[in-house]
């Protein structure tokens, strides 16, 4: 009878298992099809990377700063784009991997007062360091403005994330001489 249990929680425990990765896979595609619907477009961009609790900290002309917090960033084959992650999800803004000119981490490194209180002398060994997304771009006007985002979790490596994906697909929507000279 200990052994039918055990087979009926191992059972329960699988089942569980199961319903938290269907869960999981349901919440990532929602976040494209909700930011595919949020464009209004009848054909919709193909969101290559999605990257939810993303902090929008300024530097758009378009949005003003302190007008949100927390957001998703999308990355898609033609353009960056912001949502808000409030109940109206609206797109804050939308920049074109054509005029994006770089993208780069930056790193912030704090020593914080309860530290030094904690560990003393030996808090310059324990600096806190904050990652930054920078996006340059021309801005419709074609000044060059800078975007200034901070992941919320796993800081540096998801910065770091973004920042290479942004990158990787600038330098793939570039065209060589003889690409241009073909068409």
Known sequence: MVENIRGDQMLYGFLVTVLIILLIVTWRDSGKKIANAEIGKNELPDVLHTYREVNYLGGHP????????EGALFVAKDKVFYMDSAKNSNVLF???????IRCSVETKESLTAGRILLVGILAWA?????????I????????????????????????AEISSNINQIKLLSLKTPAQEVRN
């Open 62 to 69: 378009l949005v003003s700063v302190g007008s949100v917090n």
């Open 94 to 100: 939308e920049i074109s991997i054509d005029s994006i």
């Open 126 to 134: 324990f600096k806190k360091y904050t990652s930054y997304v920078r």
């Open 136 to 159: 340059e771009f021309l801005d419709e006007l074609k000044a060059v403005s800078n975007i200034v985002l901070t992941p919320t979790q796993s800081n540096f490596n998801q910065a």
